[in-house]
């Protein structure tokens, strides 16, 4: 009887043993599986954070185009109003209006680089290039030459009939 329950005893040690092994196994698994999804995350996230250094370029360059449309517009404003009104007020008013448009088309077009080249916050290295700073230096300073060429032709052109 002793010898049955050696056997069993045997049998039971064995199945125990059997048991640690797959339970062991299955931490194994489960620990190299954690580690997979860890490094999955944290790849997710360095690629989050790119995309989102990518849609900051993109919003800064947005936002530059704003300036430059605005500074359009407004030049585009005072050359007119030279000569939609002219003989409907008087001069001074024409150069007054004029002025204060074309002197803000060239402060937006000054504006449009300064926040371009100097945006605050250093973003993280996105993918996407930036414009070469030099030709937005030269664009806009060609703009704001023209911008003041029609400020002296509002003041030193003719006005009225």
């Not at 329950?5 to 931490?27: G, M, P, W």
């Not at 185009?65 to 517009?73: D, K, N, Q």
């Not at 300073?141 to 003041?155: N, R």
Request: aromatic share 6%; with cysteine; net charge neutral.
């Amino acid at each position: 009887m002793q010898a049955a329950d050696e056997t069993a005893s045997e049998n039971h040690l064995k199945a125990s043993a059997e048991t640690v092994a797959q339970t062991s196994r299955a931490v194994k698994s489960s620990t190299e599986t954690v580690a997979e999804s860890t490094a999955t995350m944290k790849d997710s996230a360095d690629r989050r954070t790119e995309l989102a250094a990518d849609r900051t370029v993109l919003a800064a360059e947005r936002t530059y185009a704003a300036w430059i449309r605005t500074g359009l517009a407004s030049l585009a404003s005072g050359i007119g109003a030279k000569k939609l009104l002219e003989g409907v007020v008087p001069d001074w008013m024409i150069i007054a209006t004029g002025s204060l448009l074309v002197l803000f088309s060239a402060f937006c077009f000054v504006v449009a680089v300064w926040r371009e080249l100097f945006p605050g916050v250093k973003d993280p290295d996105p993918a996407v290039r930036r414009l070469p700073s030099a030709l937005l230096i030269v664009a806009n300073g060609f703009l704001t030459l023209v911008a003041l060429a029609a400020l002296a032709s509002i003041w030193f052109g003719r006005t009225g009939g």
